[in-house]
């Protein structure tokens, strides 16, 4: 029993993970992925993300598909424990521990939830609500990350990388050489700061913030915590793996909402009306998807669009989203039980 | 509609692999096309009875699952040996064996380095489809790892294999908790190496009673068997023997 079926935060047992995982392994679910993943490995399109010089560095060919269900079964292809940089995929994490900390009505004082349908690093705010659009343009992510509370910067950044480890269910570490390319580089990130700051838009403690901001975006994760990511918030905020709690509950559709919304850059809308389920990507080239009450969904593959989304990963939900009538106003009768593949059929 | 059948036990010594390899060749002369994969990958055995030497052996089931090959490429037609000469053009009935590598360095391999479980089930849908089986019998590895998991988990049909013995009673229990909590479906017990003389419907009345399943064979302890040590099939040599008939009660519930 985990805490999506007892209603307690109580762990997994060895022998349930065990169990479970030999179920996953059986899924019909498992099937799918991998012939999507087949379908897909050849596509070549997209080119790596390069404006951050350590990005660049990233193997094209990288491809994983993780499902993780509310229920804590998990369903891995391909590289899916390949280790990249999560970027933009942060930010509705990072949305979600200033609204912990300061609650629903300070934050929106501070960060609007409103999709512009422009690029995630353009420079611009909503200067007669004097705050940027929403949480998930890199000006909105700032504004998050200035309210990320502690008494110092060391603090912060230790509450940042234990919340992201709640979600993960184990430690997350900082990539130091994208860290320190994103800090070197970062004169884009810098100038929305400082103009948000020139604005009373974030506290003054700017630099300090765009640390935080850096180390944010150069946390190391899979595309299989991508799904346990997603899966905790399709579970109402707990890790259906560890029993953790990773976000109050209450929070939890403030988190979903911004990410259906706005979590695709200026693909955003396109993708509510082609798939119409939360996702936030990133330029690393992951992307975490969720099923509210049934499980999350990560994806890998470095190579982005012009848009700054996987090529990969967005056919993968594209083809999902169709398989299994994913889309939020999908029609009841096509709509299909996704949790229901994660264990094999009796 | 193809059947996967699972033959555990928790303990060695059972018998398990020689009831895997006899009720194959039973169900395959009724008509069918039966595969066995031989799970045992730590101590694999099962190809023995159906003299697949080394020499023959290119691929086995541990290429599979390092990626070197299909698994089709490791299913051998041992029909010849399992129920002797079938036209070639002749689909049933057929017997194939996926034996497990019987070298050392690759059962060190697998203990030091394991394998993705997944892929078994990958491998045992993939030669159900490529070798058109009517049934798959896997043989697994005795006591409780991820493989002998994973293949109660797809099976349609679980066949515990115990001999009238406490330590058998008491480790059956345990494949039994976790195969309920694995959901499947039908469980079956076939009581061997029954001692002359031991009652056998007050046995099988109570091994039912403990274990709430059916005891689908009770089959004696078998001089006859172990003198063959191994050197061929059973019910092939001894198509009367009690342990035959007992066997073709196991066969007939399978194939209704």
């Given at each position: 029993m985990n805490s999506s079926q007892n209603g307690t935060d109580e762990p997994l047992s060895h022998l349930d993970a065990l169990l479970t995982r030999m179920k996953s392994a059986a899924s019909p679910l498992r099937e799918v992925l991998r012939e999507i993943h087949a379908k897909y490995a050849s596509l070549d399109d997209g080119v790596v993300a390069s404006y951050i010089p350590e990005l660049a560095k990233a193997n094209p060919a990288w491809f994983g598909i993780s499902a993780v269900s509310v229920q804590g079964q998990a369903i891995d292809v391909g590289d899916s424990d390949q280790q990249f940089t999560i970027q933009s995929a942060s930010k509705p994490f990072m949305f979600g521990l200033a609204l912990e900390d300061h609650g629903r009505e300070h934050v929106l004082s501070k960060i609007g939830v409103q999709p512009i349908g422009e690029a995630f690093n353009s420079i611009t705010l909503d200067q007669v609500a004097n705050r940027p659009f929403n949480p998930m343009i890199n000006a909105g992510a700032i504004a998050a990350a200035d309210l990320v509370d502690g008494k110092d910067y060391p603090e912060r950044v230790t509450r940042m990388i234990e919340m992201f480890g709640r979600y993960c269910g184990r430690t997350v570490y900082v990539d130091n050489s994208v860290f320190t390319s994103e800090r070197m580089t970062g004169h884009r990130n810098r100038a929305i700061g400082h103009l948000m700051l020139n604005f009373d838009m974030v506290s003054d403690r700017l630099d300090e913030t765009l640390e935080l901001y850096f180390q944010q975006c150069s946390l190391l994760v899979t595309c299989h915590d991508l799904a346990v990511m997603g899966a905790t918030l399709a579970n109402g905020?707990?890790?259906?793996?560890?029993?953790?709690?990773?976000?109050?509950?209450?929070y939890v559709k403030d988190l979903l909402s911004v990410m259906h919304t706005c979590g695709m850059y200026d693909y955003a809308g396109e993708w509510a009306y082609r798939i119409g389920i939360p996702a936030k990507s990133g330029v690393g080239g992951g992307i975490v998807a969720v099923i509210p009450g049934q499980g999350g969904i990560g994806t890998f593959s470095p190579k982005l669009d012009v848009k700054g989304n996987s090529v990969r990963g967005i056919k993968v939900f594209e083809e999902l989203a169709q398989k299994f009538g994913?889309?939020?106003?999908?029609?009841d009768d096509k709509k299909?039980?996704?949790?229901?593949?994660?264990s094999p059929p009796k | 509609m193809s059947k996967i059948v699972s033959i555990h036990s928790f303990r060695g010594g059972t018998g398990k692999s020689n009831v895997t390899a006899n009720l194959a060749v039973t169900i395959a002369r009724a008509g069918y096309r039966v595969g066995i994969v031989d799970t045992d990958i730590q101590s694999p055995g099962i190809h023995v009875v159906f003299h697949l030497t080394e020499d023959r052996v290119t691929h086995c089931l541990n290429d599979f699952l390092w990626g070197d090959c299909q698994i089709e490429d490791a299913a051998y037609d041992v029909t010849d040996a399992a129920i002797g000469n079938v036209a070639a053009g002749d689909e049933r009935p057929r017997v194939f064996l996926v034996p497990a590598s019987i070298k050392t360095s690759e059962i060190g391999r697998v203990l030091k380095e394991g394998y993705d479980v997944g892929l078994l089930n990958d491998g045992f849908k993939r030669l159900i489809q490529k070798l058109n089986l009517d049934f798959l019998l896997i043989d697994t590895h005795p006591g409780v790892n991820e493989e002998t998991l994973l293949s109660i988990v797809i099976s349609d049909r679980l066949l515990l294999v115990l001999r009238p013995d406490q330590q058998d009673f008491q480790g059956s229990s345990v494949t039994l908790e976790l195969a309920r909590r694995l959901d499947v479906s039908e469980v079956s017990l076939i009581v061997n190496k029954i001692p002359p003389g031991m009652d056998r419907a007050q046995l099988k009345n109570k091994v039912e009673t403990i274990y709430s399943a059916e005891v689908l064979a009770l089959l004696p302890l078998n001089f006859e068997l172990v003198r063959m040590a191994s050197s061929g099939l059973f019910v092939n040599r001894y198509p009367e023997h009690p342990f035959t008939r007992e066997l073709n009660l196991v066969a007939n519930s399978l194939i209704k």
């Open positions: 905020g707990v890790n259906p793996i560890t029993g953790v709690r990773a976000i109050d509950a209450e994913l889309h939020v106003f999908e029609a299909k039980s996704l949790i229901s593949q994660f | -």
